[in-house]
């Protein structure tokens, strides 16, 4: 089982910028993904950025060019690092890993953009 804490979120005014961090409770050897994912009142969870095992980085079109995923060449801390926040990124944003023995969420962190 793997614990997944996200800290990093906060109140902002829109434009400026919030960098979340993910930490896992053990060491993660292998993984598909690594992700962060959003949901807002009234909506569905939704994809906002990920890294494959590969290395490659993928992000939802609202946040191209906004939003960076990073992490640690340790595999954890996961980090999402988002600048120019605008209102429609307010949301609860969740660290997420997949692993061939399972999916693993974190509690999330509330992002709200004014």
């Known amino acids: 089982q793997v614990q997944l804490v996200e800290s990093g979120g906060g109140l902002v005014q829109a434009g400026g910028s919030l960098r979340l961090s993910c930490a896992a409770s053990?060491?993660?050897?292998?993984?598909?993904?690594m992700g962060w994912y959003r949901q807002a009142p009234g909506k569905q969870r939704e994809l906002v950025a990920l890294?494959?095992?590969?290395?490659?980085?993928n992000y939802a079109d609202s946040v191209k060019g906004r939003f960076t995923i990073s992490r640690d060449n340790a595999k954890f801390p996961l980090y999402l690092q988002m600048n120019s926040l605008k209102p429609e990124d307010t949301a609860v944003y969740y660290c997420?890993?997949?692993?061939?023995?399972?999916?693993?969420w974190g509690q999330g962190t509330q992002v709200t953009v004014l």
């Open positions: 890294i494959t095992n590969g290395g490659s980085r």
């Open positions: 053990r060491v993660i050897f292998s993984f598909n993904t």
């Open positions: 997420n890993v997949k692993t061939r023995l399972g999916d693993y």
